[in-house]
């Protein structure tokens, strides 16, 4: 007997709708980042009114395992959220996926060999969803794990290729799919699911290889889509309705974002997933330390800055890595007492994941009716006395506009080489994860701040004149 369950067999059921419901209203309120702390929260009353739910089963016969795993979990989580720093959000990103995709390949696993011990053989439609399951949850695991050690600069973040790896690739998937019809349309011997186990943890370390840093936004949210898609197939495999809901929900989602994501690259999911972009390019640094650039120091820029009338601040991953978001508040906050327009204008794939930048001005109370996306902004830029790059590169360069040898031709940029005076913090003229030179830091309207983001931007608060 369950423990609660008998006296009350709908109570799950409606804990369940509950849970439903607020997932997808979750949703919906964190595609506004107006409405995204409302979001976050009615997810968290989703997660948790699941789980109690599940824990009312008449299926749960025993709490002791399930409480002790729920501890364990807690003290890995919990320390993961309140101490990786809002710039390794990314990070904390692939190790979710990580985590959750291997407690579905987990269960997927435990529901093959408890068939097995208890002599009962799975039907064809239940052997499928775990099939599916198992190859989405390992592969997305090590895949997100391998995400993570480029996020973190643990492995090179540079493409690492071989010749025939698309082949090497390709032919170990179609191995694994075999073995997983075998499985689907007959009881297999015993080494055939531990196989099918290895083939599908290699090729998620295998899918992740060839993909340089440049493309980690969009592999993240691909990423995000496996993982929804193993909790799918799981829910069909447990007969479990909010599974199937939450997981289809979560799949989707994730591969619209990838979609988007691929767009603002001008990228095709087999460029990213097969081709090699950000591998830099031989003699790049080279070639840039041999063109000059025009340099300004930070009271050059506090002047000129407090002449303009119009400035759009362009964030990107160095602002991230130097924590400049605060400093920069008090510059904005200072420009805007002086009478000064400043807006932010926001790239869909700056830093290490969608949405990284929004995060990091948000955490800095930076209000969000200055935050622009690409397209809203874009036209303003011709208008604008100063743009304002920190730490951004790549999305910026307009070698994507005109150069058809660029690896980033195509990508849509930021406009920035378009306002009458540019001005980019950057630590040094090295290139970006496209490993190529930025036409814009050679332009004669360009002037280059040297040093670390929040360094360079406090001074240049600091430097403002004093105003009347």
């Known amino acids: 007997m369950t423990p609660g369950a008998e006296a009350a067999p709908g109570i799950w059921q409606a804990a369940y709708i509950v849970a439903a419901l607020t997932i997808v209203l979750s949703i919906k309120w964190l595609s506004s980042p107006v409405t995204a702390r409302r979001g976050v929260i009615s997810g968290e009353f989703g997660l948790l009114f699941a789980i109690i739910g599940t824990l009312l089963r008449q299926e749960v016969v025993s709490f ?6 729920m501890a364990i979990g807690a003290a890995i989580g919990a320390p993961l959220a309140y101490l990786m720093p809002m710039t390794a959000v990314p990070q904390l990103t692939a190790l979710s996926h990580a985590f959750g995709a291997f407690a579905a390949a987990l269960v997927g696993t435990a529901d093959y060999y408890k ?6 053989p799975l039907t064809g439609a239940t052997m499928c969803a775990i099939v599916i399951e198992t190859v989405l949850g390992y592969l997305t695991c090590t895949a997100s794990v391998m995400a ?6 643990i492995i090179p973040t540079r493409p690492m290729t071989y010749k025939g790896q698309n082949f090497v690739n390709l032919t170990l998937f179609a191995i694994a799919v075999a073995l997983g019809a075998w499985m689907i349309y007959e009881p297999a011997p015993p080494w055939v699911f531990p196989a099918y186990t290895g083939l599908s943890l290699l090729f998620g370390v295998l899918l992740i290889l060839p993909i340089g840093g440049g493309d980690m936004p969009t592999v993240i949210a691909l990423l995000n889509s496996y993982a929804g898609a193993a909790c799918c197939a799981m829910g069909f495999a447990l007969g479990n309705r909010l599974l199937i809901i939450a997981g289809a929900v979560n799949a989707s989602s994730g591969f619209i974002l990838s979609v988007i994501m691929c767009k603002a690259m001008n990228r095709s999911f087999t460029n990213v997933l097969f081709g090699a972009f950000g591998q830099v390019q031989e003699g790049g640094s080279t070639k840039a330390a041999q063109r000059p650039v025009r340099s300004a120091t930070a009271e050059d820029a506090a002047q000129i800055l407090s002449s303009a009338r119009k400035v759009i601040i362009v964030p990107g991953y160095g602002m991230a890595v130097a924590q400049a978001q605060h400093k920069l508040r008090e510059l904005s906050d200072s420009l805007v007492k002086r009478g000064v327009d400043v807006q932010f204008a926001i790239h869909p794939v700056a830093g290490r994941m969608p949405g990284h930048m929004n995060v990091l001005l948000a955490e800095a109370d930076i ?10 902004i874009n036209q303003d830029f011709a208008e604008t006395d100063v743009a304002l790059v920190i730490g951004a590169n790549d999305v910026v360069n307009p070698a994507a506009r005109h150069d058809k040898n660029s690896p980033i031709y195509g990508m849509p940029i930021l406009d920035v080489d378009k306002a009458q005076t ?5 630590r040094s003229m090295n290139p970006g994860f496209a490993g190529i030179d930025n036409e814009l830091y050679y332009m004669p309207r360009t002037l280059m701040l040297f040093g670390d983001a929040k360094a360079v931007v406090g001074e240049i608060a600091k430097e403002l004149p004093v105003h009347a």
């Open 64 to 69: 002791e395992w399930i409480l002790v795993s």
């Open 115 to 120: 068939a097995i011990a208890e002599g009962h």
């Open 148 to 153: 993570f050690g480029k996020l973190q600069e």
């Open 367 to 376: 209000p969000y009716d200055r935050l622009h996306e690409m397209e809203d």
């Open 422 to 426: 540019v001005m980019v913090i950057k």
